[in-house]
């Protein structure tokens, strides 16, 4: 009776241990810096490039990756388009519920593919992303449908992290 009654007990007095010294499971870790709280920039209705507004619309459960990158932005940022297309293209059938966002136009030489909307610079959009203007180089972000910022991955990420994140909120809805 006590063997049971002390298994009992230590399992649970393991579990508020771990619980309550922060550790998580590897499966429920995300690579990217989580938001918290998120960014909102439902206010903010950026402009496409070619005109027109770029709708949040939340009924179509579109996720988008962000990049908002300084004026001159040159080799790195072509680099970054690059990692960007390939984890874009890793979604598979997936990939057509996300769009990648460059705020402002890309370098020349950036990979451009289906999924690209360029959005006109907007200095108050671009402001209220938090850690925009890392001296590291250039942050990319993960918006929600509805519009909330909630992830934000720093200068010189892993693109595999970036694809595994997304992947798993796509497989959220």
């Known amino acids: 009776m006590f063997a049971v009654i002390a298994i009992f ?5 393991v579990a508020g241990a771990l619980r309550f010294s922060g550790w998580q499971p590897s499966g429920m870790k995300n690579n990217g810096e989580l938001l918290q709280p998120p960014t909102d920039l439902r206010g903010s209705t950026p402009v496409l490039a070619t005109g027109g507004e770029y709708a949040w619309n939340p009924a179509e459960r579109r ?22 297309d390939l984890v874009w293209r890793l979604f598979g059938t997936k990939a057509d519920e996300v769009d990648l966002l460059w705020l402002g136009a ?3 030489g950036a990979i451009d593919n289906a999924a690209t909307r360029v959005l006109r610079r907007d200095p108050a959009l671009r402001a209220k992303l938090p850690g925009v203007d890392d001296p590291a180089g250039v942050p ?3 918006i929600d449908p509805n519009g909330f910022v909630i992830l934000r991955y720093a200068p010189g990420f892993d693109p595999g992290g970036l694809r595994a994140d997304v992947a798993k909120l796509l497989r959220l809805m």
């Open 9 to 13: 007990l230590g399992g649970m007095l």
């Open 63 to 84: 996720w988008r990756i962000l990049v908002a990158p300084p004026a001159g932005c040159a080799d790195a940022c072509v680099e970054l388009a690059r990692e960007l």
């Open 106 to 108: 890309p370098p020349q």
């Open 140 to 142: 990319v972000y993960v």
